[in-house]
Structures are given as C-alpha cells and as structure tokens.
C-alpha cells in the first residue's frame, strides 16, 4: 500500500513542479515583455541628435560659433529634463508604494535618470573642448536661457491677449483715441491763430 500510494504521489509532484516552473516563466516573461514594450521616459534628443550631426559634417564643416549654439541648446534640454525627473520621481514612487502604477513605469524613469547622468557628463566634456572651464558654467548658462525663454513667451502671450481683447470688444488702442478724436476748440483756435480782430471789422459786422 505505502509502495502504491507514493507511486501516485510522484506523478502529481512531477506535475505540481511542472505547472508551478511554467506559471513562474510565464509571469516573469510578461514582466520583461512589458517592461520592453514601455516607451521611453522621454522622447528623442533631437538637440543632441542636432549637435552630433553638426559635428560630423566636413564639407564644409560647420563653424564653432553654430556647434556651441547647438551645444547650448542640448544643455538646456538636458536642464529642462533634470527638472522634470526631480518633479516626478517622488510623485511616481508614492504611487508605486500604493500599488497604483507598475514597476515598468519606475524602471523607465531610473532608466531616464542614468541615461541624463551620462548626458550630463558628455556636455560638459564637449564644452571643455571650446573652452577650458566652460562645462563647469555651460548649464547655469543654459537654465538662465530658459528663464529668459518663459519670460519673452509670457510677455508675447500677453501682448497678444491685449491685442485680441482690444478687437474683440473694439476698444481702440492708446493714443489712438487722442490722434482720431476732433478738436472741440477749433473755432477758438482759429480765431486765436488769426490774432485779435480790427476795430475796422468789428464795426463794420455791426452795420451788417
């Protein structure tokens, strides 16, 4: 009986071995399929996909003043996304703590914050190849610029918003109103521009 009852035993373990190892693969097989088919944090770095095809060039090759605009404009894209991982990584992790998003989102954005570590370090290694000393102020150069962007964005906006209230509700703009408007005075004024009139003429309108 004991000989019996673990000849079926063994099967079943076989089988309960077998599932458990395939329900595993399957689980972690999903996990990196996901975790693959997740898009980048961010999209693609056209500004640093603009700088190395500047540098490639050589016929003819392009100048240092347009390779360090370029570089420029990386470095504040770089900046604008250093803001963005520092705003959204403690929002993502308590979200993940609470179970509301998976570990792909979270492994994408430690995959985003290596990938602009090295970034980092590559403008700067670029800058210092201009000029020494220049990747030690290259991005506080460019956040300055992005101030500078949102400031003259802001003003446009506003200027446009005044324009478009001032046709919407037909209120002319200032000093327009004093040019158009007529002069309430012109007879005084012309008579004051004639001088002061002749006795001669003042009798001869009384005999008319």
């Known amino acids: 009986m004991a000989g019996s009852s673990t000849s079926v035993l063994v099967p079943v373990l076989y089988m309960v071995i077998i599932l458990g190892g395939l329900g595993t693969f399957s689980m972690i097989y999903r996990r990196k399929s996901a975790a693959k088919s997740l898009p ?3 999209p693609t770095h056209a500004e640093r996909n603009v ?4 540098l490639q060039k050589t016929d003819p090759p392009a ?14 894209t770089d900046v604008q996304r250093v803001l963005r991982l520092r705003e959204d990584k403690p929002a993502l992790q308590n979200l993940l703590q ?4 998976g570990e ?16 980092v370090m590559e403008v700067v290694a670029e800058a210092n190849s201009f000029v020494e ?8 150069t460019a956040n300055e610029m992005i101030a500078n962007e949102k400031m003259r964005t802001l003003y446009e ?3 446009n918003l005044k324009s478009s209230l001032s046709l919407k509700y037909n209120v002319p703009k200032p000093g327009l109103a004093t ?5 309430t005075n012109g007879n005084a004024d012309s008579d004051t521009e004639s001088g002061p009139r002749s006795p001669s003429k003042q009798k001869a309108k009384k005999r008319k």
């Open 51 to 54: 700088y190395v095809t500047l």
């Open 104 to 119: 792909d989102l979270w492994n994408s954005l430690l995959a985003a914050e290596k990938e602009i570590e090295a970034e």
């Open 157 to 159: 906006s506003s200027e």
């Open 63 to 76: 100048s240092d003043a347009l390779l360090k605009s370029a570089l420029v404009r990386r470095a504040m």
């Open 179 to 183: 040019l158009a408007a007529p002069s």
């Open 40 to 42: 980048p944090y961010f």
């Open 133 to 140: 000393g220049w990747g030690q102020i290259i991005f506080p």
């Open 98 to 101: 609470k179970g509301s998003i």
